[in-house]
């Protein structure tokens, strides 16, 4: 199985901050990693996928960068609705698809 | 607009079981794979089964491959999971969601059904 490692797994920052998650893969993946979003009692919502592609309707303040092991996600400035938990996602191979453990952005 | 609806959580007993479906609406269900996620209260996210959009190919975590089972009736656009002898550490809020056409990606998810195993 293909371990996701985030980090950190959480970060404080304030509203207009440059925030810039990790996501490393304990094998290559290409560029098969998604980034989520999650709010507390919502479900997950897609942002990036295949490593650096914006999804539709996305902001695009969110980007994605990296690929093989490691990835960044980065927040150019961070708006009030950004406050959430942030998980990537290997694609490469199945069984099993895996998560990363989570990062949590949290307010300053 | 896309829409996906869980049903059938709520409580069982360890060993029970438990099917829970998933109703889909706006777009074409059997062009897609389907996925179930779960997550554990306070936990992070977990895959745990994909189906093809014919439902001749299905995958499992190896945390439940032998206790459930996917599968889907593409009549009536919907997905389901039937979970056999659960156990305690079953216990999430699972989600379906739907594949980014091919690539494994959850472009769109539901709002979950909690599953709660306890004695």
């Known amino acids: 199985d293909i371990q996701m490692t985030q980090s950190p797994s959480s970060v404080s920052a304030s509203v207009g901050d440059r925030v810039t998650i990790t996501c490393r893969a304990s094998q290559g993946i290409s560029s098969w990693l998604a980034w989520y979003q999650q709010k507390p009692g919502k479900a997950p919502k897609l942002l990036i996928y295949?490593?650096?592609s914006l999804q539709s309707g996305v902001p695009s303040r969110f980007s994605g960068s990296g690929s093989g092991t490691d990835f960044t996600l980065t927040i150019s400035s961070l708006q009030p609705e950004d406050f959430a938990t942030y998980y990537c996602?290997?694609?490469?191979?199945?069984?099993?698809?895996?998560f990363g453990g989570g990062t949590k952005v949290e307010i300053k | 607009e896309v829409q996906l609806v869980e049903s059938g959580g709520g409580v069982v007993q360890p060993g029970g079981s438990l099917r829970l479906s998933c109703a889909a609406s706006g777009f074409t269900f059997d062009d897609y794979a389907m996925h179930w996620v779960r997550q554990a209260p306070g936990k992070g996210l977990e895959w745990v089964s994909l189906?093809?959009?014919?439902?001749?190919?299905?995958y499992y975590a190896d945390s439940v491959k032998g206790r459930f089972t996917i599968s889907r009736d593409n009549s009536k656009n919907s997905l389901y999971l039937q979970m056999n002898s659960l156990r305690t550490e079953d216990t999430a809020l699972y989600y379906c969601a739907k594949d980014k056409t091919g690539t494994s990606y959850f472009d769109y998810w539901g709002q979950g059904t909690l599953v709660t195993v306890s004695s």
């Open positions: 996602q290997q694609a490469n191979s199945f069984p099993p698809l895996t």
């Open positions: 295949a490593a650096s």
């Open positions: 189906i093809s959009g014919d439902g001749g190919s299905t």
